[in-house]
């Protein structure tokens, strides 16, 4: 199935004393490009949890949010710092004994010095936090897939829409065609029988005059390769997966065909059609932009 390049997952997971939650955003991406947000203590999982992503994602813009909660009771410690105490003491009792004052220093001023208590967190244990970490990254990652594969069944349909229509102004240009020539060359005929009167019709040369202006009004190569790169869309779509930059390339050859047969027509009906062609295509584009 293709997956749309827009989604949202978020996930809460509990875990003893610990909560964590996951909430993936995404929007279109010429790549995939990956920005996540968490508490500093987890920066280095930073790098796993990207690879960890990349299971699930292979295009797009993806903001990550992760909030990180920790009520166990050893989450901080006080540390005590005996060599910054020690200096503090020192220098208090040789300005005491410099200035002739009381050596008055008690334990509540000391401890209250900068540095002396110090607040630590506690050693986290890594694997038990990445296990909690990864567990929550993948069930965001898998609702978020859900969303992006629910939008994209919605964009193949769409598509698959636009695509017929297309077929079927191939189809009418590839049936007019014929007809273009068979008007001109009654047309021609007409005009030199006005012009001669009742002389002879060069036949040869009338014959001649027709395949010159078939040759050039001829778009049988664009109508081929043009149904050929509709129907490799539609097989694209339905075999599903990564095919956003895929079809974005067949579809800027499918304008080009468009193109051609606008160029090379001056028949109203075909160049009507031919329009219509290059409008479903621009749709078709805009629409395959919104693909993984």
Same mark, same amino acid.
């Given at each position: 199935? /293709?997956?749309?390049?827009?989604?949202?997952?978020?996930?809460?997971? %509990?875990?003893?004393?610990?909560?964590?939650?996951?909430?993936?955003?995404?929007?279109?991406?010429?790549?995939?490009?990956?920005?996540?947000?968490?508490?500093?203590?987890?920066?280095?999982?930073?790098?796993?949890?990207?690879?960890?992503?990349? $299971?699930?994602?292979?295009?797009?813009?993806?903001?990550?949010?992760?909030?990180?909660?920790? %009520?166990?009771?050893? !989450?901080?410690?006080? !540390?005590? %710092?005996?060599?910054?105490?020690?200096?503090?003491?020192?220098?208090?009792?040789?300005?005491?004994?410099?200035?002739?004052?009381?050596?008055?220093?008690?334990?509540?001023?000391?401890?209250? &010095?900068?540095?002396?208590?110090?607040?630590?967190?506690?050693?986290?244990?890594?694997?038990?936090?990445? %296990?909690?970490?990864?567990?929550? /990254?993948?069930?965001?990652? !898998?609702?978020?897939? !859900?969303?992006?594969?629910?939008?994209?069944?919605?964009?193949?349909?769409?598509?698959?829409?636009?695509?017929?229509?297309?077929?079927?102004?191939?189809?009418?240009?590839?049936?007019?065609?014929?007809?273009?020539?068979?008007?001109?060359?009654?047309?021609?005929?007409?005009?030199?029988?006005?012009?001669? @009167?009742?002389?002879?019709?060069?036949?040869?040369?009338?014959?001649?005059?027709?395949?010159?202006?078939?040759?050039?009004? &001829?778009?049988?190569?664009?109508? /081929?390769?043009?149904?050929?790169?509709?129907?490799?869309?539609?097989?694209?779509?339905?075999? @599903?997966?990564? /095919?956003?930059?895929?079809?974005?390339?067949?579809?800027?050859?499918?304008?080009?065909?468009?193109?051609?047969?606008?160029?090379?027509? $001056?028949?109203?009906?075909?160049?009507?059609?031919?329009?219509?062609?290059?409008?479903?295509?621009?749709?078709?584009?805009?629409?395959?932009? $919104?693909?993984?």
């Amino acid at each position: 199935m /293709v997956r749309s390049m827009t989604g949202f997952g978020r996930y809460e997971l %509990n875990a003893d004393d610990k909560k964590v939650t996951v909430e993936l955003k995404s929007v279109n991406h010429r790549y995939l490009d990956i920005n996540v947000k968490m508490p500093k203590k987890l920066g280095q999982f930073e790098s796993a949890i990207r690879a960890e992503l990349k $299971n699930y994602i292979e295009r797009g813009k993806v903001d990550v949010y992760i909030t990180w909660e920790d %009520n166990s009771a050893s !989450e901080e410690l006080v !540390e005590y %710092n005996h060599d910054i105490a020690a200096e503090y003491l020192k220098y208090m009792r040789k300005m005491a004994e410099e200035f002739g004052i009381d050596d008055d220093v008690r334990v509540s001023t000391l401890s209250r &010095c900068p540095d002396v208590l110090t607040m630590k967190e506690a050693d986290q244990d890594e694997e038990e936090v990445w %296990n909690i970490l990864k567990q929550a /990254v993948d069930k965001a990652s !898998e609702i978020f897939v !859900e969303t992006r594969t629910v939008e994209g069944e919605n964009l193949r349909k769409d598509l698959g829409d636009k695509l017929d229509s297309m077929l079927k102004n191939v189809d009418f240009i590839t049936e007019r065609s014929p007809e273009i020539i068979a008007e001109f060359k009654k047309s021609l005929e007409e005009k030199v029988k006005d012009l001669l @009167g009742d002389a002879s019709v060069n036949e040869s040369r009338l014959l001649m005059e027709v395949t010159l202006y078939a040759d050039k009004i &001829c778009v049988d190569e664009e109508l /081929v390769r043009l149904r050929s790169h509709i129907e490799a869309t539609k097989t694209t779509l339905d075999k @599903g997966g990564a /095919v956003g930059r895929k079809l974005d390339f067949i579809a800027q050859e499918m304008n080009r065909e468009a193109n051609t047969i606008l160029s090379k027509t $001056n028949d109203l009906a075909v160049s009507d059609r031919a329009i219509e062609l290059k409008t479903d295509i621009e749709k078709v584009r805009e629409q395959i932009q $919104n693909l993984e």
